[in-house]
Structure formats: C-alpha cells, structure tokens
C-alpha cells in the first residue's frame, strides 16, 4: 500500500521561504512522477510544480515560476518543493501527490496516491 506524506508547512512573513517534503513508502522512489498542488478554501487543487521520475523534467505554474522549485533526493527518497519569496496568495493547502511512471500529469485526477496536505500561511 502507497502511502503519502508532505510535511513542512508553517506561518511566515511575505518574502519568506519554506521548503516543503514528500516522503512516499511502498513503491520504489524512481517508479513515480510527483506532483505539488494547492487548494483554496472552497476551491478545487490546482498544480504548481511537478517533477517526472528522474528528476530531469519539470514543470511550474506561471504564478510561481521564478519562485517554486521541486526537485528529488535519490539518497533521501524524498521529494521537495523549495518556496522562495512566498507572497500573501501563496496561502493555501499544499498537497504532495504521486503518480505511476515517468511522467506527471496536469490534472488531479492523473494521481494515484495523496499526502495529508499542509498549510501555508504568508502574512503581509
């Protein structure tokens, strides 16, 4: 059984930075695709980063290109967004989510397997 966890969401001040984590047991490390989205209170989860399986492809929504980066940890079996100059909009849950295969998807519905979700919060 596939399980999710993110971790690394917290209070901090506009121009701050947080590091997000996903740590995901039960299948091998280099056979998923890891999508970061978030949701809006009484919205649905929009994607705003993803890294295919090796690490090599990438993609980042235009509000946080420049800003977000995800990346994977081979040794650490990990994955993390890196959030740099958060902005009072970035407030929102933050859902790690995996994906079979190699490549991410652009849609919630492609992932199988979902984190618990963390807040972050960006006062101004």
């Known amino acids: 059984q596939v399980q999710v966890a993110d971790s690394g969401g917290g209070l901090v001040q506009a121009g701050a930075s947080l590091r997000l984590a996903c740590e995901v047991s039960?299948?091998?490390?280099?056979?998923?695709?890891v999508g970061w989205f978030r949701q809006f209170p009484g919205k649905g989860r929009e994607l705003v980063a993803a890294i295919s399986s090796t690490g090599l492809s990438t993609y980042y929504a235009y509000s946080v290109k420049g800003r977000f980066t995800a990346s994977r940890v081979t040794a650490r079996n990990a994955d993390y967004l890196q959030m740099n100059n958060l902005k009072p909009e970035d407030t929102a849950v933050y859902f790690c989510?995996?994906?079979?295969?190699?490549?991410?998807?652009?849609?919630?519905?492609?992932?199988?397997?979902w984190g618990q979700g963390t807040q972050v919060t960006v006062s101004s």
């Open positions: 989510a995996v994906r079979s295969g190699r490549w991410y998807g652009s849609t919630a519905s492609s992932y199988d397997s």
């Open positions: 039960g299948r091998p490390f280099d056979t998923y695709a």
